[in-house]
């Protein structure tokens, strides 16, 4: 059975987060579409917010869950 593919926004929000919690820049979004572009970069923040709170690792495995 073939997997569905989740919509563009989800995918985004995602990418977005875990390059936050990477401690990547902005700049590095690689999407230029706005809308999208827009998810990605909420994602970024929500990732580095979890980074500066100390989300990474195994402490926040709990938070991935909620992302996707």
Not at 23 to 52: A, I, M
Request: glycine share 14%.
């Amino acid at each position: 059975m073939r997997r569905q593919k989740r919509d563009k926004s989800n995918r985004a929000y995602s990418r977005g987060h875990s390059a936050g919690l990477q401690g990547k820049s902005k700049e590095q979004c690689p999407y230029t579409d706005v809308t999208t572009r827009q998810f990605w970069l909420n994602g970024w923040r929500d990732g580095r917010t979890d980074q500066w709170q100390g989300f990474t690792g195994v402490s926040g495995i709990h938070k991935i869950a909620n992302i996707g």
